[in-house]
């Protein structure tokens, strides 16, 4: 059998380094959000996933943790694992990784001066200059019409920032009906709690105004395990009688992502979220029955990556996009990333990064396109021995599908 060669792999590994992406999820927000935009070291460090690792080894009482500054959890967070315990966890490698990228000496091991550094930057530049070191051309957003801090600042209207594309957020809407009905009635939405035609179409006028006003990417929601679809609850009904109509009438793909258990220990707040096993016939059902909506979807479950990519073959109508939260780790990255490949060829998403934190998407890029690379060079090789040769344009053109030319083309997909 023909060995591949070495030039091979130098070319892949170089144009997964260099190509732009498209980072189709973050909790990020444009320099304009002020506030709402996290970034530096204290915000690094104090990221939900350290928070939540960092517990492994407190014993303070939570409360006591959560009353802290967050200057001060930072320092806790630092203490406990990366200087009582070496780093190893890929949330605290990614930390490493971040600083060491943006040129400072993480071996010095000195968070004061850390904290020098950043507070030179200004929020706008800083920003370009993160986009700039992940290669990160565009980065979709998250935006809650019931986010009391970032409803103002869409009400109020602004120039907007080309690289950040918005996506509108349903999670109340579907997950909290008993409170975001009331929300609506409160912005002059007249809904009742039962879902008669009038309040229907109430909550396709709030989809339409809020479509509007953000020109979104997508309409997004996080499942819990156990959704079920169709069935008799408000929010299946919700689904059926305006999600999907509103998705259809503005050309808008419905992202899903299922998997996730809310607050399974809530004293851990953001950090206390787990992972279920999601019965993927809701999403069959959803698929089958409304080909001329469009679904995104990623799942948190490691048990539920087969049979989603074998759905992704069934439904034309369904893009699969990214590895999610717990499934962001160098072992499932490569593992899922194989597997779509294998079953769907370049007809997926490799990765979104799910930053909360701007400089965030530095290490989650980087480490991505490293894994990435290792599959995909393994992939090309296996092409050259069954005699096929690939022009390192065709790698290019394969690479930017993964990267966000694959979700573009499902976007401008007619149905
Ligand atoms: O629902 C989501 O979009 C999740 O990504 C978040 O809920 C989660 O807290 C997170 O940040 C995961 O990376
Ligand atoms: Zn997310």
């Given at each position: 059998m023909k060995k591949a060669s070495g030039h091979l792999a130098a070319k892949i590994e170089d144009i997964v380094a260099t190509t732009p992406v498209d980072d189709i999820h973050t909790h990020l927000y444009a320099p304009i959000f002020g506030e709402l935009l996290l970034w530096g070291i204290d915000d690094l460090?104090?990221?939900h996933y350290l928070v939540a690792e960092a517990f492994r080894y407190l014993s303070i009482p939570y409360d006591d943790f959560w009353k802290l500054s967050k200057t001060q959890q930072a320092e806790l967070i630092w203490k406990e694992l990366f200087i009582k315990h070496s780093p190893i966890s890929e949330a605290c490698r990614g930390v490493l990784t971040t600083l060491n990228r943006l040129g400072l000496d993480v071996k010095k091991r000195d968070l004061p001066v850390l904290r020098d550094w950043f507070a030179k930057w200004r929020a706008d530049d800083y920003t370009?200059?993160?986009?700039?070191l992940a290669k990160v051309r565009s980065i979709c957003t998250t935006n809650s019409p019931f986010d009391d801090a970032e409803r103002a600042i869409w009400?109020?209207?602004w120039k907007r920032d080309p690289r950040f594309k918005p996506a509108l957020r349903i999670d109340p809407l579907l997950l909290?009906?008993?409170q975001a009905g009331p929300r609506l009635v409160q912005w002059g939405y007249k809904v009742k709690p039962e879902l008669g035609a009038k309040t229907v179409s109430e909550v396709r006028r709030f989809l339409a105004d809020w479509t509007d006003r953000m020109a979104p990417e997508y309409l997004m929601v996080s499942l819990p395990p156990d959704t079920v679809y169709p069935d008799e609850t408000i929010s299946s009904q919700l689904i059926e009688k305006a999600i999907l109509p509103h998705c259809r009438e503005f050309n808008l793909p419905f992202a899903v992502m299922p998997g996730v258990r809310r607050a399974v220990n809530p004293h851990l707040q953001l950090a206390g979220d787990g992972v279920g096993l999601s019965n993927l016939t809701a999403l069959q059902n959803l698929c089958a029955a409304n080909p001329q909506n469009k679904f995104l979807c990623t799942i948190l479950a490691r048990e539920n990556?087969?049979?989603?990519?074998?759905l992704a073959r069934k439904f034309r109508n369904l893009h699969i996009f990214g590895c999610w939260w717990f499934t962001n780790i160098p072992t499932l990255v490569e593992e899922i990333t194989?597997?779509?490949l294998e079953l769907l060829g370049l007809s997926f998403?490799?990765?979104h990064s799910d930053a909360r934190v701007l400089d965030q998407i530095i290490y989650k890029w980087d480490h991505s396109r490293e894994v990435i690379t290792r599959v995909l060079v393994q992939k090309y090789e296996a092409l050259e021995r069954s005699g096929w040769n690939t022009s390192p344009e065709e790698i290019r053109r394969d690479i930017q599908g993964l990267f966000g030319g694959s979700y573009r083309e499902f976007q401008a997909l007619k149905l």
């Open positions: 460090i104090v990221y370009t200059h993160c986009m700039e009400e109020r209207g909290s009906w008993d990556q087969h049979e989603l990519c074998v194989r597997m779509r998403t490799a990765q």
